[in-house]
């Protein structure tokens, strides 16, 4: 079973969102969704100063296998991109929680994190679509 | 549910802890952790897989010969040395490709074949039913295990390993076999690098794969084999050509042999008609050297028409995406366009040809 750690906030999509101290949100993708796709070798993050909406595609994963589609949790400013993944896409699948984290988001609503699900809701909803 | 069929090494794979999945109705592994890994470790040292699902036929009688020189679309008459190797399509009376098979002489008159797993019930119904006509028996062998060692340590570490009347298959040439009453010892693989298949008895491949793992070789799963076999150049069947398919628009023009004209096989007239007219279609190469994956469907851009691409990856070796793609046949512009999710970017035409015993066989980018 792969972990979703409880700090964390959740999308249906299998992104997951941590809050930073100043306000800002961190996004990723959760190691469920790093095991799906395999072996990442590209990874076309959304540019620093764009701004994305919830719930639309704003980043794309590719594996070995498939290109996915990244959905923003949350509108707001894109404020800062994992420069370290153009070379390293592999730091997704090392470590999704930490190290490959893809985009820092200053959000125009933080009310909508509300809508996200908790770490226990998340486990539930993978084990659901397995 | 259906049931998924099982090799022997099933339980190998568990222990190894195997993504699991439905191949051709056979429950194989994917990968055993990360398929980049799996890949670079055949191009640098040593790997295995179980291809125990492939099916090995022995054709044996008065007629083998005649017979596999009327199935076949290369000529068995070829092999002069025995245990040599033919590479061959097994077409249908349009000349679409029914499968792609390797034929080893046996000696005398006998010959084993291998088959694909998915096509392998409906290639030994269709080669029966064309045996009715000749003196000759074709016998599917379902009891033997396949592994297929390959690397550039494959041979070094197998052959220790292999029964010692069998130890001289370190002397054999590509494409030849040795063998004893149990084992079956071939210099062949799908991977462009050196290596071996062994066939044996199922009940002696949990120890053979045991002792690989403690020489060093590690188990691969179908996912780089895939993304090997498609680096070497190497076609797959149902994905690069099916028995829609004429063998000259998927690079298999060099596996037809049609010296002899005496020779009729299956699918030999329309395929000459064809040569004749002129294919319409050719299958090249591609590399991307941009950043996306080329993947089977993607669309690619040419002045004559679209072409498509049959089989695409991100190569782990070359560090870039490469391609087989079947494209108009007069178009012989070095730069076409690939339309990626909508966006149109520049792939060079190459010989598809990517990489050979660890070489690189493309120009890649400077970084």
Known sequence: ?130 | MTTLKTTPLHAAHQRAGAKLVDFAGWEMPLHYGSQMEEHKRVRESAGMFDVSHMQVVDIHGPQAQALLRYLLANDVAKLKTEGRALYSCMLNEAGGVIDDLIVYWTGGDTYRAVVNAATAEGDIAHMQAVAKDFDVNVEPRPEFALIAIQGPQAVEKTLPLLPADLRNAGDLKPFSAVWNDKWFVARTGYTGEDGFEVMLPAEEADGLWEQLKDAGVHPIGLGARDTLRLEAGMNLYGTDMDDQTNPLTANLGWTIALKDAERDFIGRAPIEQSKAEGVKERMVGLVLDGRGVLRGGTRIETEAGDGVVTSGSFAPSLGVSVAFARIPAGVEAEQLHADIRGRKLPVRVVKPVFVRNGEPQIDLPKN
């Open chain 1, 1 to 130: 079973m792969s972990e979703a750690p409880k700090d964390l906030k959740y999308t249906k999509s299998h992104e997951w969102v941590r809050s930073e101290a100043d306000g800002s949100v961190t996004v990723g993708i959760t190691d469920h969704a790093q095991e799906l796709l395999g072996d990442l070798v590209f990874v076309e993050a959304p540019e620093a100063g764009s701004t994305i909406e919830a719930g639309t595609a704003c980043a794309t994963v590719e594996s070995v296998k498939a290109a996915s589609d990244i959905y923003a949790p949350i509108s707001g400013e894109v404020t800062a991109v994992n420069e370290d993944l153009a070379d390293s896409p592999e730091k997704v699948n090392e470590s999704p929680f930490e190290d490959g984290w893809l985009f820092k988001v200053e959000p125009s609503d933080a009310g909508q994190l509300d809508a996200l699900m908790d770490a226990d809701a998340y486990a539930a909803h993978v084990e659901a679509e397995s």
